[in-house]
């Protein structure tokens, strides 16, 4: 398992912003986990290689995820945060590999994770 480095995080009211940092690029792959607790990781958002995001249904419209590989780095800007927001935010890369009948990412390489935590 390759450790990625990120930071960022911290305390904040809800409604208040918050943006996440990790050092990741060149994988195909990239992503936000998160963690809250209670309950199972989830995944928050993902980013292809051609810049294509898909989110959680539960931040869409309040979450962006970007990558800029010039600068190797794998972004989470989070607007609107909720109580529920609060968790463990792990950032993730890897590859594409064969599953079954189909491709799909692998993530191989894990962010420390850093504490995000919104106040009601």
């Known amino acids: 398992q390759v450790q990625l480095v990120q930071s960022g995080g911290g305390s904040v009211q809800a409604g208040g912003s918050l943006r996440l940092y990790c050092a990741a690029s060149?994988?195909?792959?990239m992503a936000w986990f998160r963690r809250a607790p209670g309950k199972e990781r989830e995944g928050v958002a993902t980013i292809g290689s051609d810049g294509t995001a898909t989110y959680a249904d539960s931040v869409k419209g309040r979450f962006t995820i970007s990558k800029d590989n010039t600068k190797n780095s794998l972004d989470l800007q989070m607007n609107s945060l909720k109580p529920e927001d609060s968790a463990i935010y792990y950032c993730?890369?890897?590859?594409?590999?064969?599953?079954?009948?189909?491709?799909?990412?692998?993530?191989?390489?894990w962010g420390q994770g850093t504490q995000v935590t919104v106040s009601s």
């Open positions: 060149g994988y195909s792959c």
């Open positions: 993730a890369a890897g590859g594409r590999e064969r599953i079954a009948s189909t491709y799909k990412c692998a993530y191989r390489a």
